[in-house]
């Protein structure tokens, strides 16, 4: 199975919360079967590999260059639960992604959902962790609860032969409990920017040595409701942080943060339609289709300054654009 398509396996993770929280100190509290040696030369044939999943996939998964896990360096026991996962090969975003990614550069992206971009960020922030550090070395913002939980389940799999805490905060939810949890070992944190803002303030989080970041759907979270929040947030970590965006879609405000935020970000643009959302409902520019081998052009009834932003966008992902507007 490539990495963007669900495992068909049963869940593991059998002595955790349902709160995304791992219970256990060793594993993520992941009961496995049998102890593998990770020097074992035989190591691959002795996994608990999942069923394979038959389900049909589509061309944003399968459509790789070949390229493997192992191709990536990447440490054994993650390589175990990458494989334990389900996950045969990694996906177009995963390929293209990983190796950028693990030399800490920042990175921008642009997928279709379901196609493995949580496997894009986790697995490189998963083999960059230093378990022996008892730091916040990786912060994973989402804009809701339910993707929280949904990556940490993730990043609890991959990392269950690998002696890391995880810990999801949310909004809604016991900040005692957040507290009490913070005081043990906690290595990647999985929150919503305005609970870790508020964790950040009051000395609980301390991310000041925290040196990644990404934004998950980060279209929402770059929208007018949670920029101020990441500000913030960003402003109490090293400068020399990695930051990395994953998203559908990217809403014009990007250009500022970027600005603001990112140095000399790989920009990866896997989808043939071109989405940019104005954060005005009357320049919404949805869903034009194109070609690279044609010229096109659109007749923009918006401000110079939108259609500027426009222009740059749809450059810098390589289409053949012209922009022409009236004197507004």
């Not at 490539?2 to 594993?27: E, L, R, V």
């Not at 993520?28 to 608990?48: M, R, Y």
Request: glycine fraction near 6%; include cysteine.
């Amino acid at each position: 199975m490539i990495g963007g398509a669900p495992s068909g396996g049963k869940a593991s993770f059998s002595a955790t919360n349902n709160d995304g929280n791992d219970t256990n100190k060793m594993n993520n509290g992941i009961i496995t079967t049998a102890t593998i040696n990770k020097d074992d030369p035989d190591w691959k044939s002795k996994l608990n590999l999942p069923e394979k999943d038959h389900r049909a996939r589509t061309s944003d998964v399968t459509n790789t260059s070949g390229h493997a896990f192992e191709d990536y360096c990447l440490k054994r026991e993650l390589l175990m639960g990458i494989y334990e996962k389900g996950w045969e090969s990694p996906s177009p975003i995963q390929e293209h992604s990983i190796p950028i990614a693990l030399t800490g550069r920042d990175v921008l992206a642009r997928a279709k959902n379901g196609t493995g971009k949580t496997g894009a960020y986790t697995i490189p922030i998963l083999e960059r962790i230093d378990p022996t550090k008892n730091i916040i070395q990786a912060v994973i913002l989402v804009p809701t609860r339910e993707l929280a939980l949904q990556t940490s389940a993730i990043c609890m799999e991959l990392s269950k032969h690998i002696q890391l805490r995880v810990m999801v905060t949310t909004g809604g939810t016991s900040l005692r409990e957040d507290i009490s949890r913070l005081q043990e070992v906690v290595h990647i944190l999985i929150a919503t920017p305005g609970r870790l803002l508020d964790l950040v303030n009051k000395n609980l989080a301390k991310i000041d040595s925290c040196r990644v970041i990404v934004l998950d759907e980060a279209d929402k979270l770059l929208s007018q409701d949670f920029n101020h929040l990441l500000d913030e947030l960003l402003y109490a970590m090293p400068n020399d942080r990695q930051v990395m965006l994953f998203s559908a879609t990217f809403p014009l405000t990007v250009d500022d943060f970027i600005k603001k935020h990112m140095k000399q970000a790989y920009e990866i643009n896997l989808m043939e339609e071109l989405t940019l959302k104005g954060n005005d409902k009357n320049k919404d520019f949805n869903r034009y289709q194109m070609n690279s081998s044609r010229y096109y052009t659109i007749l923009c009834l918006c401000t110079r300054t939108t259609k500027n932003s426009l222009f740059k966008h749809t450059f810098l992902q390589g289409k053949n654009v012209i922009f022409r507007s009236g004197n507004f």
